[in-house]
C-alpha cells in the first residue's frame, strides 16, 4: 500500500522536473529571439552554427545534449553549456516548488515569477537590457496574484512595487548626478518593481541588501581583472534575481531568526 503511494509521488515529481526542463528548452527559445524581435514560435529550432532545424530527438531537454555531447549532429558545432543548464535549473525550481507546495495555487505563481527571473537573469547577461514587456508584465501579474492569496496582501504588494522600484530610481539617480552617466538602469528599477509585486516590501528590501552583497563580492574580481576597471559594464539584474530567489526560498525564516533570536524579540 505504502510502497504504491511512493512510486505515485515519485512518479509526480520526476513529471514536475520533467515538465519543467521542457519548459526551459522554450526559455532557451525566448531567451535568444525576444530581444532580436524574432518569433518565438516559428521558424523552428535549428543550429546557430549550420542553420540545420534539429529533430525532436535531438532536442529532448538535457538528454540530447548528453547523448551528442555537446555538439551540432550535421556541423559538429559546439552547443553551448547554457542550453542544457537553462533547462535543468528550470526543472530543478519546478519540482524544488513542487515539494514545497504541491499543486497549491502558490506554486503555479511562484513558479511564473521564477520563470521571468530566469528568462531576465540571462537575457540581461546577453544584451544588458531587461525586456519591458517581461518586467511590466511581471508586475502586474504579481500585483493581481495578491488578492488570490492569503500570503501576500495587495497594499504590500503594491508598498513592494513603489518602495522596491522608487529607492532603486533614486539610488541611480544619485549615482547619475554623481558620476555624471547612467550606473543602473532603468531596466533594474523596473525589475525590482516586479520582485517587489511578488514579494511585498521586506522581500524587495531584503532583495536589493543580498543582491549588493552578492553583486559586490562578484563585481570586484571582475572589474579587478578587467581593462576597464570601475567603469566595467556588469548587468545587475542576475543579482537581483539571486537575491529575490534567496528570499522566496529563505527570507521567512531569516527573518523569524533575526527578530527572535538575533534581537531577542
Ligand atoms: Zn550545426
Known amino acids: ?53 534539429i529533430a525532436f530527438y535531438d532536442n529532448i531537454p538535457i538528454f540530447s545534449y ?10 559538429r558545432g559546439r552547443i553551448s553549456i547554457r542550453y542544457p543548464a537553462v533547462e535543468a535549473i528550470t526543472g530543478l525550481f519546478a519540482l ?10 502558490q506554486f503555479a505563481i511562484e513558479f511564473v515569477f521564477i520563470s521571468l527571473l530566469i528568462l531576465i537573469t540571462f537575457i540581461d547577461l546577453d544584451t544588458y537590457e531587461i525586456p519591458n514587456v517581461l518586467s511590466l508584465s511581471g508586475t502586474v501579474f504579481g500585483f493581481l496574484c495578491s488578492f488570490a492569496t492569503p500570503r501576500l496582501s495587495w497594499t504590500d504588494s503594491l508598498l513592494g512595487i513603489l518602495i522596491g522600484g522608487g529607492s532603486f530610481y533614486a539610488i541611480a539617480a544619485l ?6 552617466k547612467e550606473g543602473m538602469g532603468m531596466g533594474d528599477v523596473k525589475l525590482l518593481g516586479m520582485i517587489g509585486a511578488f514579494l511585498g516590501l521586506p522581500g524587495v528590501l531584503l532583495t536589493i541588501m543580498v543582491s549588493s552583497i552578492v553583486g559586490t563580492l562578484a563585481g570586484l574580481p571582475v ?3 578587467s581593462r576597464e576597471g570601475m567603469s566595467t559594464r556588469i548587468p545587475f539584474g542576475p543579482f537581483l534575481a539571486i537575491g529575490a530567489i534567496c528570499y522566496l526560498f529563505w527570507g ?12 531577542g524579540a
Not at 515538465?19 to 526551459?24: E, K, N, S, V
Not at 548528453?66 to 556541423?75: F, N
Not at 524544488?96 to 495555487?105: D, H, I, P, T, V
Request: proline share 4%.
Open 223 to 225: 572589474m579587478w581583472r
Open 252 to 263: 521567512p525564516a531569516f527573518i523569524q531568526w533575526y527578530l527572535s533570536d538575533f534581537w
Open 175 to 180: 549615482f547619475q548626478y554623481l558620476r555624471k
Open 96 to 105: 524544488g516548488l513542487f515539494l514545497r507546495y504541491g499543486w497549491e495555487a
Open 1 to 53: 500500500m505504502f510502497q504504491s503511494i511512493d512510486a505515485w509521488s515519485l512518479a509526480r515529481q520526476v513529471w514536475v522536473f520533467a515538465a519543467g526542463c521542457c519548459l526551459g528548452s522554450f526559455f532557451n527559445v525566448v531567451i535568444y529571439r525576444l530581444p532580436a524581435g524574432k518569433s518565438l514560435v516559428t521558424p523552428g529550432s535549428h543550429c546557430p552554427g549550420c542553420g540545420h532545424a
Open 66 to 75: 548528453l547523448l551528442l555531447m555537446g555538439k551540432c549532429r550535421y556541423c
